[in-house]
């Protein structure tokens, strides 16, 4: 018969209650998040190479704008768009912007596709340094796109007749594009984990597209246009990242002082404009903030 050892009280509470303890690993840093964000990072332009054709559409598109609605308004009088300003240059802001801008509202799509598929799942489950990592790759691949089509769109202005703007000009133009992008980036983010599906958010897309570019000083300034739509490209965001951009390839002599656009209700100074694309982007981030941390969770 063999017998039990019991141990006495003292031994008891001197071993370590492992029954409620869990075994917690050390705390990610910063190298892990930035590695993990250029891994998830790499795939979506792996998934690009694979099939070019978005990018090919998304500099196709708007060079015809520049070509078609250059050559339609052509004939138009001189002087009639600013002094000494064809169309075709007044154009090329508004292509600039718009692109980049339907760029990044589609930013969702590919979220909204990982989850619908289950591959976000997976990722949720996986033992990353930071799940923001998922939002920060889409954010940087969109980013990185939208460059590359601001960059085919300033060379074919350039053929066309606009000239390029100085290497500080360029310079601005870039931060000007991502203030833009950061913004709708989130904001089409934000939607791709609200909406319910794809079909929600491709309809949200189409459904903003058009509207905000017409009620922005893309196609025309804001004295062609009635007194309310004035109004409300004066609200657009669109119109606070063209005026400027146009106002750098017409001006070489240039401050944030200076005004790129007279709204109804004040002049806009290019500072201004930059300051209220900052806090749009301020007010996209802290308003989807809440919602991610819930989705990814």
């Given amino acids: 018969m063999s017998g039990t050892i019991t141990p006495s009280k003292s031994e008891i509470s001197l071993q370590p209650d492992l029954s409620n303890q869990t075994l917690i690993s050390d705390k990610p840093g910063l190298g892990e998040f930035i590695q993990e964000t250029l891994a998830l990072t790499k795939r979506l332009f792996i998934q690009l190479q694979r099939r070019p054709s978005t990018l090919i559409a998304g500099i196709v598109q708007p060079l015809m704008w520049l070509i078609l609605f250059g050559a339609l308004f052509q004939n138009a009088p001189q002087n009639l768009f600013g002094e000494g300003l064809s169309y075709g240059k007044f154009l090329g802001a508004g292509v600039l912007v718009f692109t980049v801008f339907a ?50 769109i300033i060379i074919t202005c350039a053929f066309l007749g606009a000239g390029f703007p100085s290497p500080v000009g360029l310079a601005v133009i870039t931060l000007i594009v991502l203030l833009l992008v950061v913004g709708v980036t989130a904001l089409s983010l934000g939607l791709a984990f609200a909406l319910p599906g794809h079909i929600e958010l491709i309809a949200v897309i189409f459904v903003t597209n058009l509207p905000l570019l017409f009620a922005s000083t893309a196609l025309a300034p804001l004295s062609f246009m009635p007194g309310w739509l004035q109004i409300v490209a004066s609200l657009n965001p669109l119109s606070y990242a063209i005026e400027p951009i146009r106002y750098l390839y017409n001006h070489s002599d240039w401050s944030l002082g200076s005004i790129v656009m007279q709204a109804p209700w004040a002049s806009i100074s290019f500072g201004g404009a930059l300051l209220v694309l900052l806090v749009f982007d301020a007010v996209i981030l802290v308003a989807i903030q809440p919602l991610l941390r819930r989705r990814i969770s």
């Fill in 103 to 152: 760029g990044a509202l589609n930013a969702g799509l590919p979220v909204m596709f990982d989850r619908e598929f289950g591959f976000l799942n997976r990722l949720l489950v996986a033992p990353l340094a930071s799940r923001f990592s998922i939002v920060a790759a889409n954010a940087i691949y969109i980013i990185a796109l939208s460059l590359i089509q601001a960059a085919a």
